[in-house]
């Protein structure tokens, strides 16, 4: 996804990016020079004056207290709370051919999470095991939800998602309960729709 949206908000020039706070829906624990790193990815596809716009994960030697961390993080960012949740303005989210979205995976225990902004991962079924993760009430509370999805290789579990409402695919379950949530696919993830 970085690799994709990143040249997009370069190019976004009227945007007061000084106002704007940007940070991973998930983030895996690995120094942000890794290029397993989200937020490492941002960063080194856009302008050094993006870096002040970023929420920086860390310490990714404690992936409990990185959650903490990061749920603290995005509370001293002030967002509107509603029961107790964030209302972000827009979520960007990917999906994996199995169905998941951020590191929220089918049949994983986080789904369930309903107390947590952010939650963390040990044992991720996808590579790199150690995770953090925004929690589904917390997408669910979201202005605006918007899944980016390219390739003909997520076609079937696009239809299983949008078409069949599979609800053990996690990309189901992320239903904004007041926003709107879009979906933007190439030709090839839309193929079987």
Known sequence: MPKMVAP?????????????????????????T????????????LPASFKQSFLEV???????????????LLRNCEPTIKDGWPILDLLLLGIGPDGHTCSLFPGHPLLKSDTDWVAAINDSPKPPPRRITLT????NHARHVAFICTGEGKADTVKAIINDRDTRLPATLVQPTSGTLHWFLDKGAASKL
């Open 8 to 32: 997009l908000l370069a190019n976004m020039h009227t945007v007061k990016w000084g106002q704007v706070r940007l940070f991973a829906a998930d983030e895996r624990m690995e120094p942000l």
């Open 34 to 45: 890794d290029p397993e790193s989200n937020t490492g990815a941002y960063l080194a596809l």
């Open 58 to 72: 860390g310490p990714i030697n404690d992936t409990a207290k990185c959650a903490i961390n990061y749920a603290e």
């Open 136 to 139: 589904l009430p917390v997408l």
